[in-house]
């Protein structure tokens, strides 16, 4: 098991470390940062003090090196919009990320689980349509259409929940939902599949036979099996939520890393953008990287193969 974990986590750090390393080309060569920072209209003098004094006119690979030195330090450097040290950026705008992402997750255990599980135990029966067509909606309908749907029904039509900020709970029940929702067609199916394809298998046959029934039935034999895939895409949906939560906590004025993001690209902050897209993949990575490892301690085969 610690040599499976070992070289899982190896991959990880490889995997970041190239996420790295394409950010920072993608950010730094296939544009001119300086030019960026300074304005369509901004002329030559100007974009080379520019280029001078954030130290933009020094060998790529120079400034690749010294961003990844400081970084591995815990040093992420300075925003040039907000002109204070992006660490503290992230960190002032984390908890409202990590609030939504992990409420949207929840959302979608909640409903897809439990929708999965009766699809499955009645497969090609009305309960099998009838969430197949709820996952079919979940998956048609955008994210900013139905964060708009959501405001107009339960924050103005009928006045339940605020229409925007972070200061309680409360404030993320509708984004959670929103947010939430992308999810429920790919747990649900899963969810789904591996409860036919467990149903049919020779042990659960014997389980029957020996009396089990019901929820212990499921519970104990059919559903551990089943969760395996559900697992994965769970980890990797809660990688997905906490780095695509842009337009959620746009429309829903959330002060997370989604809003911190837009507003970065919009004030042509480079480090700060730069700093965001290696977070995000570096929580996208270790939430696959955990995926594995639950995996692997559910189902013994997986690290044996």
Do not use: C
């Not at 450097?77 to 002032?92: I, T």
């Not at 939430?287 to 995996?295: Q, T």
């Amino acid at each position: 098991m610690l040599k499976y974990i070992a070289l899982k986590g190896l991959l990880a750090v490889l995997v970041a470390f190239t996420v790295s390393l394409a950010a920072f080309l993608l950010l730094n060569v296939a544009s001119d940062p300086a030019q960026a920072i300074a304005g369509e209209d901004a002329t030559p003098g100007v974009v080379e003090t520019i280029r001078a004094r954030y130290g933009l006119d020094r060998p790529v690979y120079e400034r690749y090196v010294s961003w990844l030195a400081g970084v591995v330090q815990g040093d992420f450097g300075e925003s040039y919009y907000w002109h204070k040290p992006v660490a503290e950026l992230v960190a002032e705008r984390a908890d409202e990320t990590l609030t939504l992402a992990f409420s949207a997750l929840l959302v979608t255990i909640v409903i897809a689980v439990p929708l999965g599980a009766l699809a499955g135990l009645n497969p090609n029966s009305w309960i099998d349509r009838a969430a197949l067509g709820v996952a079919v909606s979940a998956q048609a309908v955008p994210n900013f259409w139905l964060g708009l749907i959501m405001i107009i029904l339960f924050a103005v039509m009928i006045p339940i929940f605020p229409v925007s900020g972070d200061n309680s709970w409360y404030h993320f029940v509708l984004p959670a939902i929103v947010l939430g929702a992308s999810s429920v067609p790919a747990v649900m199916r899963l969810t789904r599949t591996g409860l036919i394809e467990v149903m049919g298998a020779d042990y659960i046959r014997t389980a029957k036979s020996k009396g089990f029934r019901g929820n212990h039935l499921l519970r104990r034999h059919a559903l551990r099996n089943a969760i395996l895939p559900v697992i994965s895409v769970l980890a990797v949906q809660l990688g997905q939520k906490f780095g695509g939560s842009v337009i959620t906590e746009s429309i829903f004025a959330i002060n997370g890393l989604g809003r911190l993001a837009l507003e970065s690209i919009l004030g042509a902050d480079i480090p700060t953008v730069q700093m965001l897209i290696f977070v995000f993949a570096i929580v996208f990575v270790a939430m696959n990287l955990l995926a594995d490892i639950l995996n692997a301690a559910l189902d013994p085969r997986i690290r044996i193969g």
